[in-house]
């Protein structure tokens, strides 16, 4: 193969510059050519041995970045936040950039334009910015290192849905990764800062497959779960001490495989979710969401999933009952088998050091396999609401300061709600209704014929 340099010497001077800056992506500079090659030979200078000068310093250079620097490749989405803010703050740009419109933090976003008796209008345009990322190459020095930047496009698929996101590698001068460890760390905790009261909800990419932050949700507080205290008091306590340091050693010198695993189960809108939701803001731990209909879901990429799971984190599988797992089912549309998701839960390969909760409707239909000690630890059962239940969502919805005597409405409205009658759920979707939103008392009103329609059927 003929290298640049002896295809330079073998072409005229001017064929060769037009092959350089081809080559080099440059070609719209060619028009230019001919009046810069009359100024150079006025001054004494060859163009072709300037070019060949130019493109054996461009070997050098190649060289140097390619054998002499340490590259970081980036494709985790915290890390990637990391890295665009580290460049949105240095206010590194690049001559080929791509825009993307980012959600405002919620203290600038604008909530919409309310007007008494009208309704509320909503500028979407408004409460995004947008924001500029280089996909050229960029220098930035940070603490005394020079870094470079580099970004292209990875293209992602979830459940048959593609879309593209970028990707970075991050290089240094030298043999040591340190810097790029810390000029990472210290802008991941920057741009995470405002992050600190949310939980991560994380998410399956099929293609390639691997876990993506879907989402972040705000941290719920437990007295915003209509839940019996004892319950949530005894579950909190029995994942603390399974978190607790030393924990992992007392379970190895057992023999036992270092999991722990929950069921909750339930009639729907009974706060399975929910209790997951509260459980993750108490640890501030992230929060790994499966669903075993999802299409894309096979034995295969279920078990590569579980063993890209963090130590610490809450795997959730909900609705387990709904993916037919058992001895007896088969056929073409059986993406995960009873088998594989055993393997790849509580099989010998299987990750350790995480909480997992599976949720159901139906616990009885589920293969016992399931559910043996071991692989579900603890039982919780959530029912309908209490009248202790009804009593709290009611004071939750509303604000004490702002109505007197709340809690005797609310005890006045726990009375006239059957006890186990209505899930929390409904009981949360009346209180909601335009009439009920911000009337207790008209709440309280409504209250025996909803009960009554509710019998009725």
Known sequence: MVSPVELLEMAPPMEAAV?????????????????????????????VSLVAFLVTIWSIWKAVTRYLMVTVEISSSDLVCAVQHLLITRGITGYNMVAALEQKSESQAQFGDEKPGEL????????????????????????????????????EYFNDARADRLVYSLSCFGYSSEPIKKVLRASMDNSLQYKSDKIAIWLPSSQPTQWYRGSLRASRDAKTLAIDHQILENLLEDINTFLRFGSE????????????????????????????????????????????????????????????????????IEDIDAAGLGRNSSGSEQRITLSGYLNATDGFAAPEGHVSFITTNNPQSLDLAIKRPGRVDYDVYLTNASKSQAKQLFQNNYCASMHEDLESTAQKFADEVPELLFSPAEIQQYLLKLEHCDSPETALADAPAWVVRKDLG
């Open 19 to 47: 092959i350089l800056l081809n080559s080099l992506g440059l070609g719209g500079f060619v028009p230019v050519l001919r009046p810069l090659h009359h100024y150079l030979t006025s001054l004494g200078i060859i163009p």
């Open 120 to 155: 509320i209008t909503f500028s979407w345009w408004s409460t995004r910015i947008m924001a500029f990322y280089p996909l050229s190459a960029v220098w930035l020095r940070e603490d005394g290192t020079l870094f470079k930047v580099q970004a292209k496009k990875a293209t």
């Open 249 to 316: 050693k007392n379970y190895h010198s057992r023999g036992i495989p270092y999991r722990r695993g929950y069921m909750l189960c339930g009639p729907p809108g009974t706060g399975k979710t929910s209790l997951v939701h509260v459980i993750a803001s108490k640890f501030r731990l992230p929060i790994f969401y499966l669903s075993l209909c999802a299409s894309t879901m096979t034995d295969e990429s279920l078990m590569s999933l579980t063993m890209r799971l963090p130590r610490r984190c809450l795997l959730l």
